[in-house]
């Protein structure tokens, strides 16, 4: 899954000839528009997880470590 948000099959069908892999992940880590979709889908994966219950305290430590556990308590499917 994380190969799908980096894009690679775009990223080597486009550039792959003139850039390396590692320069194309930083590529599309840092886009605007990949931002703004991680963003957009932990705001709701977060607090669904929390919804359903799987949102444990060793879940939460892994990620509070990557600054995700700011979008708990956020609007869940269910509201």
Do not use: C
């Not at 320069?23 to 957009?40: C, Y």
């Not at 997880?49 to 060793?58: N, T």
Request: proline share 5%; charged share 25%.
């Amino acid at each position: 899954m994380r190969d799908r948000f980096l894009a690679h099959e775009i990223y080597d069908e486009w550039f792959g000839a003139h850039r390396s892999a590692p320069t194309g992940n930083r590529v599309m880590s840092e886009s605007p528009f990949m931002l703004e979709f991680r963003q957009t889908m932990f705001k709701r994966l977060v607090p669904n997880l929390e919804y359903i219950g799987i949102f444990s305290p060793r879940i939460r430590e892994h990620y509070d470590k990557v600054g995700l556990t700011k979008y708990a308590g956020g609007r869940n499917a269910s509201s």
